[in-house]
């Protein structure tokens, strides 16, 4: 159920893109304890110029690999998401090469009357999910 949002720098080759989220959601299921099947995620890839992320005083150099990803799920413990935060830098420096430091996730929270699966219908409210 978490949907992601990959922001990324254009450049990267379709197989590496494949290999990112592919990487993402192995971590999400394993951190917020989620069905593999539940899998809904959106890249967007942008020209350097339309991304401005700094380190917020941090010391950072990012670079070209930058990638910036959006979570919005249903509420998670500050432990599901500690735990998320490491598995996906870990994975993503070890499988495809992205420093930790060129990794930054946002997570906003919602709650099940906020999701709508399709058929005009509000899934985990009716019971159906």
């Known amino acids: 159920m978490p949907l992601l949002r990959f ?12 290999k990112l989220v592919d990487t993402a959601h192995e971590a999400m299921v394993e951190a917020f304890e989620v069905p593999s099947s ?12 339309e991304m401005i992320i700094q380190d917020t005083g ?14 919005v799920s249903k509420k998670r413990t500050s432990e599901q998401k500690q735990r998320l935060y490491a598995l996906t830098a870990e994975r993503l420096d070890l499988i495809c090469g992205i420093t930790s430091t060129d990794l930054m ?8 009357d906020d999701w709508s699966f399709g058929l005009g219908e509000a899934q985990f409210l009716t019971g159906k999910l």
Do not use: A, C, M, W
């Not at 941090?58 to 979570?71: A, N, P, Y």
């Open 105 to 112: 996730i946002s997570i906003t929270e919602n709650d099940n």
């Open 7 to 18: 922001d990324l720098i254009k450049g990267r080759k379709p197989e590496e893109i494949k």
């Open 38 to 49: 539940d899998r809904y995620q959106i890249v967007h890839q942008h020209e350097p110029y």
């Open 58 to 71: 941090l010391g950072f150099t990012r670079t070209k690999s930058f990638v910036l990803l959006s979570i």
